[in-house]
């Protein structure tokens, strides 16, 4: 039986695996379980206690099986691992119902161009399709269209998970569905672009992160496509605009406008150089590109976006000089001053002023006013105003506090506006919502804005166990199950604690703000006092003083207080306000229309949290009222590479977007469902008799249960399938495991006795060979101890007549040989013959002896002919005629003792012989087959022989004190065609003890080395006959192989090198040797010796990555066998 453990060696030798895959061995006890690790391979055998093992899937595919919630073990190893071999197989989507999860392939698939969206579209049944976003899509339109509900599509997950462009492949399909009038339609898509740029920035997770939410109302048909549309954005970063943090960009619009502006545009605009920015270089190190990114391109989309919009060029400006005036505006130095009796009172240099001013122009607002309000202050007494100066850091605020409110006002007056030119004349009637949003954060500090991302996942996920617990009271329902099993806890504790209306952690920052010299410190300190009681909030053990800890849906975050006060009361000074308002330019005007404060004491709703959470409010109460659809997203490692699998940060994933809280919640009540014919199939074991009989599966089932005597509480018969409890489902998995440990002895004896009649049969299939070369072997005896034996008249006469006359008899034949063979002589002209003219005739005899015994008996192309005289036809062959021709003849190894000339001779016979224009894969490897046979005969067996078609390969063969033979030949056709390929000829010898234990040592350093960065995705398996788990340990160390040795093209060096771990880590005592042939391009024939043993071929392919130069990118196939070998002398 297969499990899981996070205490293998593979584990203990690499952490990031989490978990390896076992088997237990027998003699594990309840109490100690012997475990021995299959995957990644390894020999060592160990114990674990029973609470560290973990079932495992093993006969299941994970391929075909396309919903995590149908594997019979959905513990957190089996969903990491199904997950890995779908992503990996380059199957991105799979189910975990009623989610889709969606892993960044960070590479494109070919899967969402509009051949894909058509097969959604068109697909009969569109629930019998694989997991996919147009399958998500497609369900939630034939919904809203067929129960005229109103649909909402969540999409979630982390920055760089591919949120972004799952909305777009989403909105791609609706828009799809047009067939009319595309303008309103061609708005909203241009619409991505503009809210991608002013949303979207750089980071060290995302080149292209969105930071801020949004959620678009859609009126969509599957005749007209999206016809209106509405957007609502909401925490948006604005603190990104005045710093960023290393190696990370502010939004991409500055860089767009300041790379793509022409001249005339840097004039009008007053723009500088990118580092002369201080908001764009205070702490981000001037980091302002992005590989693979033209921000002059994106920004002459973006225009062309303002275009589809119908922003007219007169606003286009004014956007232009407002965003100039954000940034112009930071370049302003406030330094310290003493005035009024104000040791620390602002003051700015003319330098800063003249700033001040260009900017307070740019954005079209009095520039006196401007400089007045960011260093004096108002304080209201009575009827009475006074002013005084602002301190140093309070004037640096305001002037930070101006851009990034201006910012955040442009960009929604943006939305506004595209909001104009998409919406309907009245209100949505049943429409289609998106949600796009990030996961629940956890960062090593989580302030204000991880309390508000993850209060409104807390929301989310309300209404996503809500939406669960319905879908499982139906299924219940419809299968006749009681529902008084469903019984769970939700979050809504969680929420009361957090943004309830009295004594919550919202409430209680509120009440803090409003009172008088309040500090981050004793706003911890309340919090804590106030809360701890109920189980939700708990004080920090690191700080005390000004952290605390919240007990979430998906675990334990830690938040700390540093800096909420300010950030909850983070919005403009009246006096700003009205400066910002008086504006003679209308756009200006209309950003702050409607945004009020009030003057003197702050009042309960208008600080950043109250405003916040009525928004998120409104917007759940939007989203309550539609049927939901989620999807998750997941990002699979940090480096952005293809194939690449990071599993402790996919595990932290299925934490923060309650993927593994999906399941769980699936597990309440009758976790275990299946259909009759897949329990019958699972637990056959428990009642081989009737699981084998063609009784109804329904009454097969039942009779199970009930014979393994469990509780009638922990299982119902449905109507279709059968429904465990959890408890129930173990105890059936311990009794089959016990019941199939009783089966061993007669296993045992079974199996012994299949093998006993398994070597009768061989032994009487090859009984008349034997017999055959037994008297072949007696006969060649015979004929060298006495003579060729003579059945002449004569010769029978002298046996019947005594010993003496058969060796008076033998004597005169003999002299009668010598003088005919002395007579030959004395006729023959006297010719010294060479070596090789020698070995000619005698290779030229051996070939028309066996073509008379052997005949024509090859198939695809025949053997030659038995009249066939070589050397004639050599001589008489015309020049027109296809044949081959030796380029190069070399002896690969210089120590081989095998230097017969003859060997080419054999070659060049063979090959002529079955050669015909065009010569086809069977003649080819009919050549290898020929070739193969000959040298057996000639030169002793176990020969092989490979044919390719590159000079660009490399060969690793087991020939230590053996021999190889390698012949480069052209072939030129009748066409005038020249065909190259390699004849490749050894022996195989197998390697002594001490050189696999040196293989062995290499071999583990090589495990080491392959599993610090997994590659084993560029491997393909072609045809194996070789274990799975062999396939993919050695699939590790063939992909790190490849990414050593693909620039300097050194296939030998690889070939040797692969060589060497199979030898260290598979080489079997008993058997042959392997063989490595590593070669470019995907085309191969072989003919190997019959009686190999194991065999793989892969091929390995460079992923089509921007970094990776196209002359440099190459595929090339490995093959990997393991023959039949001679032992050493």
Aim: aromatic share 8%; net charge neutral; charged share 25%.
């Amino acid at each position: 039986m297969q499990c899981w453990t996070p205490e293998g060696p593979a584990v203990a030798a690499n952490p990031s695996l989490l978990f390896s895959r076992c088997v237990i061995c027998p003699g594990s006890t309840s109490d100690k379980y012997i475990l021995e690790q299959i995957n990644p391979p390894s020999r060592d055998v160990f114990e674990v206690d029973p609470s560290s093992v973990f079932n495992a899937n093993s006969e299941e595919d994970e391929l075909a099986m396309p919903d995590i919630g149908m594997l019979s073990h959905k513990n957190v190893a089996c969903v990491l691992s199904m997950l890995k071999t779908r992503y990996q197989a380059r199957k991105i989507y799979t189910l975990a119902e009623p989610l889709l999860v969606a892993i960044n392939p960070f590479e494109d698939l070919g899967n969402t161009t509009q051949k894909w969206i058509d097969y959604y579209r068109t697909a009969p049944n569109c629930l019998e399709t694989e997991p996919h976003v147009f399958r998500t899509a497609r369900q939630a339109l034939s919904n809203m269209e067929e129960y005229n509900r109103s649909q909402t599509i969540v999409v979630s997950g982390e920055s760089g998970a591919g949120k972004t462009e799952a909305t777009k492949q989403v909105m791609r399909y609706f828009a799809a569905c047009s067939t009319g009038d595309n303008r309103i339609q061609e708005a909203i898509m241009a619409g991505n672009p503009l809210l991608e740029a002013f949303g979207n920035a750089k980071t060290i997770r995302n080149n292209n992160s969105s930071r801020f939410g949004r959620f678009m109302q859609l009126s969509i048909s599957s005749s007209e496509g999206i016809m209106h549309g509405a957007i609502s954005n909401f925490l948006l970063e604005k603190v990104r605009l005045v710093s960023q943090e290393p190696n990370e960009r502010s939004f991409h619009i500055f860089y767009q406008l300041l790379k793509g502006a022409d001249a005339g545009m840097r004039q009008q605009y007053h723009l500088r150089n990118l580092e002369d920015y201080a908001f764009l270089t205070a702490r981000s190190g001037g980091c302002f590109d992005i590989p693979g990114v033209d921000d002059r391109e994106d920004f002459q989309e973006l225009r062309q976006s303002f275009a589809s919009m119908g922003l007219s060029q007169e606003d286009e400006s004014t956007v232009f000089s407002i965003l100039s005036g954000c940034l112009l505006i930071g370049n302003a130095k406030v330094t310290s001053h003493e005035m009024q009796g104000v040791p620390d009172a602002a003051f700015v240099s003319a330098e800063s002023l003249a700033a001040i001013k260009e900017a307070a122009d740019l954005l079209f607002v009095n520039s006196s006013a401007l400089v007045e309000h960011i260093l004096q202050k108002q304080t209201k007494i009575g009827n009475q105003v006074l002013q005084g100066p602002r301190t140093f850091r309070e004037a640096d605020m305001m002037i930070k506090s101006v851009a990034k409110h201006v910012y955040d006002q442009l960009f929604a007056w943006l939305v506004r506006f595209l909001n104009k030119a998409i919406a309907p004349d009245g209100e949505f009637g049943v429409f289609m919502g998106m949600l796009d949003i990030f996961g629940f954060e956890v960062f090593e500090q989580n302030s204000l804005e991880q309390l508000l991302i993850n209060i409104t996942n807390e929301h989310l996920q309300k209404h996503f166990i809500d939406i669960v617990f319905e879908i499982e009271t139906k299924l219940y329902q419809s299968e006749g199950v009681p529902t008084e099993a469903l019984v769970w806890t939700d979050n809504v504790r969680i929420m009361e604690t957090l943004c309830g209306s009295r004594d919550s952690v919202f409430a209680i920052i509120e009440d803090t703000c409003l009172g008088l010299r309040a500090t981050d410190e004793a706003l911890c300190s309340m919090i804590v006092r106030k809360l701890a009681n109920r189980g939700i909030v708990l004080p920090s053990r690191k700080d005390q003083r000004m952290k605390f800890v919240v007990r979430h849906t998906i675990a334990d975050i830690e938040y700390s207080c540093d800096g909420f006060l300010e950030k909850n009361q983070d919005f403009l000074k009246r006096e700003l306000l009205d400066t910002l308002k008086a504006s003679h330019n209308p756009i200006m005007a209309q950003m702050f229309e409607g945004v009020i404060v009030e003057a003197g004491k702050i009042g309960k709703g208008s600080l950043i949290a109250s405003q916040f959470l009525r928004s998120l409010n409104s917007m759940i109460g939007i989203i309550r009222e539609t049927e939901p659809h989620f999807i998750r997203c997941l990002k699979p490692n940090e480096t952005k590479r293809p194939l690449e699998w990071d599993a402790p940060k996919v595990l932290n994933q299925l934490f923060s977007l309650s993927i593994l809280e999906a399941l769980q919640l699936r597990q309440v009540g009758y976790s275990y469902r299946r259909r009759f014919d897949e329990f019958v199939k699972r637990f056959r074991w428990l009642d081989l008799g009737a699981a084998k009989s063609d009784a109804d599966r329904r009454d097969v089932a039942e009779k199970i249960l009930e014979e393994c005597g469990l509780s009638r509480e922990g299982w119902v018969i449905g109507k279709t399938m059968v429904f465990l409890k959890a408890e129930t489902a173990r105890a059936l998995e311990i009794l089959q495991i016990e019941k199939m440990v009783s089966f061993r002895p007669i296993v045992d004896f079974v199996q012994s006795a299949w093998k006993r009649i398994l070597l009768k049969r061989n032994l009487q299939a090859i009984m008349p060979l034997l017999i055959r070369a037994e008297s072949h072997c007696r006969r060649h005896l015979a004929v060298r101890e006495h003579g060729e034996l003579d059945l002449s008249p004569g010769f029978t006469e002298a046996l019947l007549q005594g010993i003496d006359s058969v060796q008076q008899l033998k004597d005169e034949r003999q002299r009668q040989r010598e003088a005919q063979l002395q007579q030959q002589q004395e006729k023959r002209p006297s010719k010294k013959l060479t070596k090789e003219e020698r070995l000619a005739q005698k290779v030229l005899q051996m070939y028309k002896s066996w073509d008379s015994m052997r005949g024509v008996q090859m198939t695809h192309g025949g053997f030659f002919p038995s009249e066939l005289d070589y050397m004639k036809q050599k001589q008489s062959r015309p020049s027109t005629e296809g044949h081959l021709r030796e380029t190069a003849l070399s002896h690969v190894s210089p120590q081989d003792s095998f230097q017969d000339p003859g060997i080419s001779y054999h070659i060049w016979r063979n090959i002529e012989s079955l050669y015909q224009a065009p010569l086809t894969d069977h003649r080819l490897q009919n050549i290898c087959t020929c070739v193969r046979d000959d040298m057996d005969r000639l030169y002793g067996h176990f020969w092989q022989v490979l044919v390719n078609r590159t000079d660009r390969f490399g060969l690793a063969t087991a020939h230590v004190k053996g021999k190889r033979y390698l012949a480069k030949q052209h072939g030129v056709c009748k066409d005038g065609r020249v065909f190259s390929f390699n004849n490749i000829i050894f022996t195989c010898t197998k390697p002594s003890r001490k050189e696999i234990r040196l293989h062995e040592e290499a071999a583990e350093k090589s495990y080491l080395c392959c599993r610090k960065q997994d590659f084993s995705g560029l491997v393909r398996a072609r045809k194996s006959l070789v274990p799975p788990y062999m396939l993919q340990d050695v699939s590790y160390v063939i992909g790190y192989l490849f990414h050593r040795f693909r620039d300097r093209k050194d296939w030998t060096g690889f070939a040797e090198r692969l060589q060497s771990y199979l030898l260290g880590r598979y080489s079997d005592p008993h058997g042959g040797s392997w063989n490595v042939l590593v070669q470019e391009g995907s085309f191969l024939v072989t003919r190997l010796w019959a009686k190999h043993n194991r065999f793989f071929r892969v091929e390995v392919e460079d992923p089509q990555e921007e970094d990776i130069d196209s002359s440099r990118r190459c595929c090339i196939t490995v093959m990997c066998f393991e023959a039949c070998t001679v032992s050493q002398s």
